[in-house]
Structures are given as structure tokens and as C-alpha cells.
């Protein structure tokens, strides 16, 4: 082999190695959004679940419907929920942000739902601190 065969060679070589690289950035983008949506997806399966398990014990306590026609045309069920439940649902609201936050994901308008993968975002954390 002469050198300029062996220049050849390290040249094909480091254009396969380029392309390569290329390869494992779009995998690992690909994983990348792969395990946001799998985390997104379990997320929203959890509170599918609270809100079947709800969905279900609201039926079971339900009581039984009258034979009288009026009793049916009757509702039971309070049309706005109390003050103190509104509260409690925005802090709800807050602590699942909160979660989402500690469980490694933007909560800021900017990166919504973006897994954070550079430590902690001063737009998430400044939002959090909002009283």
C-alpha cells in the first residue's frame, strides 16, 4: 500500500464514522422521545385510573332509583362544588406540577412537558415559587 491508498482508506474511514455519529444522534433523539411519551402516557393513565376508581365508587354509592317518576327527574348531584373544593382542586392543581416537576419535567410555558435533561429550568422553578 502506498500512502496515498492509506490516505484514501482513513478518509472513507472517517466518512463512515460521521455518518455513524449522525445515526446515534437521531437514536438517541428517537429514545429520547420515546421515554418522554412513555412517561407522558403512564402519567395520563394514572389519573385515568383515579378518575375510573371515582367513576366507579360513585356508582356503587349511588342509591337505587325510586319507582316514583318525579324522584327521576330529580338531581342529586350539586351543580357547583363549595368554595374549599375549588381550593383544594387548584392545590391539587399545583402539587401535580410540582410532581411532574420533580419527576424531571419542564412546567414552564416555554418547555411544557419536555423531559429537562440540563438540571433545573428558572422559568419551572420561578413559576413553582409564585405565591
Known sequence: ??????????DELESHMGTL???L???????????EE???????NQQLRKIFKREVSI?????EPEDNPSALLRSDVPTHL??????????????????????GFHICNLYYGHLRTE???LFCLSFLNKD
Not at 25 to 35: C, D, F, H, N, P
Open 1 to 10: 500500500m502506498n500512502k496515498k491508498d492509506i490516505f484514501i482508506q482513513m
Open 59 to 63: 356508582e356503587a354509592a349511588a342509591p
Open 82 to 103: 363549595p368554595a374549599e373544593n375549588d381550593q383544594a382542586a387548584v392545590g391539587e392543581g399545583y402539587d401535580n406540577l410540582a410532581r411532574l416537576y420533580h419527576e
Open 119 to 121: 438540571g433545573d429550568c
Open 25 to 35: 444522534g437521531e437514536l438517541k433523539q428517537r429514545v429520547k422521545e420515546l421515554l
Open 38 to 44: 412513555n412517561k407522558r402516557l403512564s402519567i395520563e
Open 21 to 23: 455519529h449522525a445515526e
